[in-house]
């Protein structure tokens, strides 16, 4: 069967790249993926595969029934949507949409996706059960496409045992994949924060409440929080990325504004940081005759893969691919809302390989230069159905 997967994937190989070009080059934000959701759609529609679409605003569900349908069924998840960036790539198939572009291989998963559809459609009477194809929207974007997909009841009628997700990874040479079992990515919160004084002139500072100082003492403050609060055996990262004052060289602001981000990978050490973050912010504001609004948006939940599924998709993806091209991963303190599936079933999210030194494709997600070496999308497809394929017979 390895092999007809495979002589499969290399037949549709050429339609998943122009898939992933025609998506690359139309991205669409979190949430507003109603043109990549037309295209998911009438792809399915062309293979013959049943969907449902508008789920969760754009989210399209497809179905491929084998024999004895109801035996068991697996569930297979790609997301569709880009970031607020602007591509500086200079490609064919560079977005079109100015300050809108496909920096994490959403385009490659939802392509992907639809090979691995391909595939599976065209040997349905060889397997028993059920395929359940879930295209997601706004993952990057909380409180993620997959909670609402979820909440719709994308994981009813009919109900998948578990699931399996694929991501590409800058960091892995095209034609490898990587696994890890059990905990892989962090919770991610996010945090809004104003702090209130009184503004005034540089010269005079002892006249005015000086809020970029206090923010200094604060994130200062907050470092202690993972570096002295946190278990030294739970990973955690408190970061601040965004900062503004609006003052000028000597006028003081009366607020200044941050944002930032809280991970972790333990729920308890989890809210036991916020209340950590809310006292130590306002201790210090207080201290200084300053006042603070303080917002954590709790954002996705850990990502922990089922040891039992990662062991059995990786041992089949060393059959299909070959022990020397299945690498083990370390955690990784980005998140995914993925990890909602993953904690209402067992799942399985794994790596795909997308670097290539050579033709110079080695930027990382996230950024305006992130591109992928297509010949991995060959990869992705059949990858991803003889997965499919092997967690189905496994479970019979």
Same mark, same amino acid.
């Given at each position: 069967m390895i092999s007809t997967i495979k002589n499969l994937a290399t037949q549709i190989s050429p339609k998943v790249r122009?898939?992933?070009?025609?998506?690359?080059?139309?991205p669409e934000l979190s949430f507003q993926e109603n043109e990549t959701s037309a295209f998911v759609a009438k792809n399915l529609s062309e293979m013959g595969i049943p969907f449902q679409s508008g789920i969760a605003g754009t989210g399209v569900v497809g179905l491929i029934e084998g024999k004895n349908p109801g035996s068991r069924v697996l569930a297979l998840r790609a997301d569709m949507d880009a970031l607020p960036i602007l591509e500086e790539n200079e490609v064919p198939y560079k977005s079109t949409k100015p300050g809108v572009m496909h920096a994490c291989g959403h385009d490659a998963h939802t392509a992907s996706l639809l090979g691995a559809s391909w595939i599976l459609n065209q040997i349905k009477?060889?397997?028993?059960?059920?395929?359940?194809?879930?295209?997601?929207?706004?993952?990057?974007?909380?409180?993620?496409?997959?909670?609402?997909?979820i909440k719709e009841g994308v994981l009813q009628n009919p109900s998948p045992a578990s699931i399996i997700g694929q991501h590409v990874m800058p960091g892995l040479a095209v034609g490898k994949v990587g696994f890890r079992e059990g905990l892989y990515m962090a919770s991610a919160d996010e945090i809004y924060l104003t702090i209130h004084g009184k503004g005034g002139h540089g010269a005079i500072p002892n006249a005015s409440i000086d809020v970029v100082? *206090?923010?200094?003492? &604060?994130? %200062?403050?907050?470092?202690?929080v993972v570096s002295r609060g946190?278990?030294?055996t739970i990973p955690s990262v408190l970061s601040f990325g965004r900062v503004i004052a609006n003052g000028v060289t000597n006028?003081?602001?009366?607020?200044?504004?941050?944002?930032?981000?809280?991970?972790?990978?333990?729920?308890a050490w989890r809210e036991k940081a916020h209340e950590k973050i809310r006292q130590i912010t306002e201790g210090i504001c207080a201290a200084f005759g300053a006042t603070a609004d303080l917002e954590i948006r709790r954002g996705y939940p850990f990502l922990m893969n089922d040891i039992n599924l990662t062991r059995k998709t990786k041992s089949s993806a060393i059959a299909y691919m070959g022990e020397e091209n299945?690498?083990?991963?370390?955690?990784?303190?980005?998140?995914?809302?993925?990890?909602?599936?993953s904690q209402a079933m067992p799942g399985c999210f794994y790596r795909l390989g997308t670097r290539n030194e050579e033709r110079? *494709?080695?930027?990382? &997600?996230? %950024?305006?230069?992130?591109?992928?070496?297509e010949a991995a999308l060959e990869t992705g497809c059949g990858l991803m159905a003889w997965l499919a394929l092997s967690e189905l017979e496994s479970g019979q």
């Open positions: 122009n898939w992933r070009q025609h998506l690359h080059a139309n009477d060889q397997f028993e059960g059920s395929i359940k194809l879930i295209f997601q929207p706004g993952e990057e974007k909380i409180p993620g496409g997959a909670s609402l997909l100082a *206090i923010m200094a003492q &604060v994130i %200062t403050g907050l470092q202690q946190a278990n030294p006028v003081l602001p009366n607020s200044v504004y941050l944002e930032g981000t809280f991970r972790t990978m333990d729920e299945v690498v083990n991963l370390d955690i990784w303190m980005a998140a995914e809302d993925f990890a909602y599936y110079g *494709i080695v930027s990382g &997600v996230h %950024t305006p230069t992130f591109d992928i070496d």
